[in-house]
């Protein structure tokens, strides 16, 4: 029987967290094998051409605000060239007075500093984005094209193996080494290290060696909308993103004297289905309404001409699922991105590079992470206690890999 490749750090998936988590392992001269279902990169979610980068502002969880807010530099380091667009406004919501001092010591209390955020009143927002709504406005913010980036990040390079149309359907422990199998039960790769970035096919994969993740789809749907120069929307369109209920990105030209506008994204909890949906174009052409606050627009106006449909994958508590496994030596975890692929993933390749190649976490120190917010990250989370003993590693309630709060600050 012949013996089964060998390689000391295999990444299962090839969408956007596993492309960027080979890539800086390959970067630090480390050889890293990649390996995909599909026959090429970005073939699930990160298959998007339109995906939004942009710190989290609300007044929701202090940590995911923290969160979020390195997360976008780590990503703005790492693609803001590739910026397709630049420049965000997110309108402050209907009912809600504008108050820029108020914002302002917000935003500051958040560590996001003018360059990255900043209060607009409408006639501001109006130069920036063409919109007259009050907000904040994200001068560095922007779209990235993740198939495109996720192709790049994948170039040849020596320390780089990539297999391809290789389903991993199980994992053992043997010894020192985990055993990838394959959908025909056979064992083709042992490797030391296994970082599982594969989305929603995670949790399958995770529950061979007895790991529950409260994983979920949730279905969006992206509309592409036609609209005639003689419409009354064409005078409003945005010439920067507007950000909030949904989103959207500057109208393009199109042919025959018409603009082409793209509109999202529905939500769709607990959905996969990838077919485009008719009753998802008009949730966004709702969406489109309260963007520009527009509510008398004649929504028939904005006539769909196409679509993107994507499967996100989340958490129940809505934030990524990033780190190592403790009860499970050797087996790393980059899932849960939701809508925010391009922020989590450039945190994930600098944490995960971090832990198994016991790096000192300077950058991410230095940006504020501490291991506080490593817990709120780490599958341990949802695990702590709760796991019976298997392949003879008993449960645990180690905290993630990370330095101390002391080193930390």
């Not at 090839?14 to 890293?32: L, M, N, Q, Y």
């Not at 992470?369 to 008993?394: I, M």
């Not at 449960?395 to 600050?409: G, H, Q, T, V, W």
Request: include cysteine; charge should be neutral.
């Amino acid at each position: 029987m012949t013996a089964p490749q060998h390689h000391p750090i295999v990444v299962i998936g090839a969408g956007i967290a596993g492309a960027t988590i080979a890539r800086e392992i390959a970067s630090r001269g480390h050889a890293v094998c990649i390996v995909e279902s599909a026959g090429a990169p970005a073939a699930g979610c990160s298959n998007h051409a339109y995906a939004i980068a942009h710190p989290h502002i609300s007044r929701g969880s202090p940590k995911l605000l923290q969160l979020t807010r390195i997360a976008f530099e780590l990503a703005y380091a790492r693609w803001g060239d590739q910026w397709v667009h630049r420049g965000a406004l997110q309108p402050t919501k209907d009912g809600i007075a504008f108050d820029g001092a108020v914002i302002a010591q917000h935003l500051t209390q958040l560590g996001l500093p003018t360059t990255t955020a900043y209060p607009v009143a409408a006639e501001e927002a109006e130069q920036l984005s063409g919109v007259p709504r009050a907000g904040v406005w994200f001068p560095t913010a922007g779209m990235l094209n993740l198939e495109k980036t996720t192709t790049q990040l994948l170039l040849p390079c020596e320390q780089l193996t990539q297999l391809y149309h290789l389903r991993i359907e199980a994992l053992h422990r043997e010894g020192d080494r985990w055993l990838l199998i394959d959908a025909a039960k056979k064992i083709t790769i042992s490797a030391n290290t296994v970082i599982v970035a594969a989305g929603l096919s995670s949790k399958q994969l995770l529950s061979s060696i007895q790991i529950k993740l409260p994983l979920k789809a949730v279905r969006g749907q992206l509309s592409f909308f036609q609209i005639n120069h003689e419409s009354s929307w064409a005078a409003r369109l945005p010439s920067a993103i507007i950000c909030g209920d949904g989103y959207c990105i500057p109208a393009s030209q199109c042919d025959k004297g018409k603009m082409r506008w793209i509109v999202g994204s529905s939500f769709d909890e607990g959905e996969d289905d990838l077919i485009p949906r008719d009753e998802s174009d008009r949730f966004n052409q709702e969406q489109a309404a309260g963007l520009l606050n527009y509510a008398v627009g004649n929504l028939q106006e904005l006539v769909p001409d196409g679509q993107f449909v994507g499967v996100r994958c989340v958490a129940g508590d809505r934030l990524p699922i990033i780190g190592a496994l403790p009860q499970r030596p050797g087996v790393f975890v980059a899932t849960a991105l939701g809508s925010r692929g391009i922020l989590w993933s450039a945190l994930a390749a600098k944490l995960i590079a971090d832990q198994v190649l016991a790096g000192d976490f300077a950058l991410l120190t230095r940006l504020g992470f501490t291991s506080a917010l490593a817990a709120a990250l780490a599958p341990d989370r949802f695990l702590a206690g709760a796991l019976p003993p298997s392949l003879g590693v008993l449960a645990s309630n180690s905290k993630p890999i990370l330095p101390s709060e002391s080193r930390a600050r």
